[in-house]
């Protein structure tokens, strides 16, 4: 789980879980454990204090961005890297939300994945085609 909360990608995916609550209030059961506050009638309360610790996190994740990834900045960065995985979980995420999380980051990191090789070939490829084109000015 820490090993994914450095990713940009599970940052967005929480972030968005945050949009879809402002959006739709009543999914709030859907993604987050909410029982206890169901039955205390407390869940205005929870959802919430959810939309706050996910800006938190927003937040806390922005200032991560923006610290340099030098040895010197380590301490700092593991500092927030706590902070955010205490932040989340906080939130209580269900399970299935959680594998599901992970299901979509696995789906999106396969698609970069592909991507960067496609990126890889068509790098190659141009470079073939200039060694041609540079081979074809020589004899003329």
């Known amino acids: 789980?820490?090993?994914?909360?450095?990713?940009?990608?599970?940052?967005?995916?929480?972030?968005?879980?945050?949009?879809?609550?402002?959006?739709?209030?009543?999914?709030?059961?859907?993604?987050?454990?909410?029982?206890?506050?169901?039955?205390?009638?407390?869940?205005?309360?929870?959802?919430?204090?959810?939309?706050?610790?996910?800006?938190?996190?927003?937040?806390?994740?922005?200032?991560?961005?923006?610290?340099?990834?030098?040895?010197?900045y380590s301490i700092a960065r593991s500092r927030f890297i706590v902070k955010i995985s205490c932040l989340i979980k906080d939130l209580n995420l269900l399970g299935k939300q959680t594998e599901r999380i992970i299901k979509n980051l696995r789906e999106k990191l396969r698609l970069l994945n592909k991507l960067e090789e496609e990126r890889e070939e068509l790098n190659f490829s141009l470079k073939h085609i200039k060694q041609i084109k540079q081979g074809i000015k020589r004899s003329c």
Do not use: H, W
């Not at 879980?17 to 709030?28: D, M, S």
């Not at 859907?30 to 205005?44: N, P, Q, T, V, W």
């Not at 929870?46 to 927003?58: M, T, V």
């Open 1 to 72: 789980m820490k090993a994914l909360l450095k990713t940009r990608l599970f940052l967005g995916e929480v972030t968005s879980l945050g949009e879809k609550i402002v959006r739709t209030p009543g999914i709030i059961q859907k993604f987050f454990d909410c029982s206890e506050d169901i039955a205390e009638g407390r869940l205005e309360e929870k959802r919430k204090q959810i939309l706050y610790n996910i800006s938190k996190i927003r937040e806390l994740g922005s200032q991560l961005e923006r610290t340099p990834c030098d040895k010197k």
